[in-house]
């Protein structure tokens, strides 16, 4: 029989707030972190979804004496120290970071390779400060990477190499990455409509978030989800455009739900990936739709956070693990009219529901496609 595993706590830092509480009061007002800025000099303002500067100094400042950080390291570094705080840190227990791009600021205006861009590198610099013995584990694969560090931890306990594990994910805006969506012309030029018929492009965001997974949950948690089932698929594609068919998510989907031994009527709300632009939301429609899980409440989180990316996939799931704990249903926000060729139950409003399985898929350039099953317990 399978070890159960469970995440038992989480947090976040994003432009609406540093810690989940904050977060989940803003989404329920319908606040968005999408936003004009200037990031490239001789570009266009993009709509984006940025943490303020200043306010992510500062609360930086209140934590950690410590100066010695770049700024996506210390978006990690917030998001983790409450949870190192409350739970103990063993020869047992893996440090798993996820991430697609790390501190690929540094490159700017650089002829050598500086050693923090190295994303083994910036694992280990995390890692230690918070004193982490094992050696920690890097997920980078695309925009799956938040949903596959769930799945890695999960596993891995399963197969008895750890006890518990501290999973953080992270991806800050940058010019490279909005020079590399531009050359696409995958960029919206206003904030972004998931599944609408008026959707034009993406926005990219920025967060860090971080959960911990155990097989031991403690009797005064506040709250347990057991990760059910969790696949990944790759259906070499493309490698930026996804499946026209749907084929990877479709089968990462049913292979997540056979290891849960969960039906399509089983699952109470799906948190897409939802990304914006004309294919990725078309593909999600078919895979979904080939699925049986037209009927299911269904949202898009990138026109409250943008697509943040390697973090997009962890602080979803958290978003979600809170939508359950608060019965609440939160909107695919600026979604008015069915832009895809199948059938989905979007979201439009803030509304009560029983939520006690939740679908959690992610997709990816090169064809990866990533899907867990969570229980609220």
Known sequence: MKREVYITDHNCVTPLGFDVSSNWDALLQGQSGVAKHKIIENLDAFYASAI?????????????DRQDFTRLEKMFLLSLKPLVEK?????DTAFILSTTKGNISLLKNQTTLPEGVYLSRLAQKIADFF???TKPIVVSNACVSGVMAIAVA????????????????????????ISGFNSFQAIGSEPCKPYDKNRNGINIGEAAAAAYITSHPSENEKFRFKILGDSAVN??????GPSRTGDGLYASIKNAMTEAQISAEQIDFISAHGTATLYNDEMEAIAFNRMELQHVPLNSMKAFYGHSLGASGLLESIISMESALHHTLLPS????EMGVSQPLNIITENQSAEINYILK???GFGGCNAAIVLEKC
């Open 52 to 64: 303020d500067h200043e306010k992510l100094e500062e609360e930086f400042n209140r934590n950690f």
């Open 87 to 91: 739970h103990t840190i063993s020869e």
């Open 131 to 133: 004193r982490f013995t």
């Open 154 to 177: 999960k596993n891995m306990i399963q197969a008895g190499k750890y006890k518990d594990a501290f999973v953080v994910a992270g991806d800050e805006l940058s010019e490279f990455v």
């Open 235 to 240: 259906d070499a594609n493309h490698i930026s």
């Open 333 to 336: 926000k600026n979604f008015k």
């Open 361 to 363: 898929t992610a997709s």
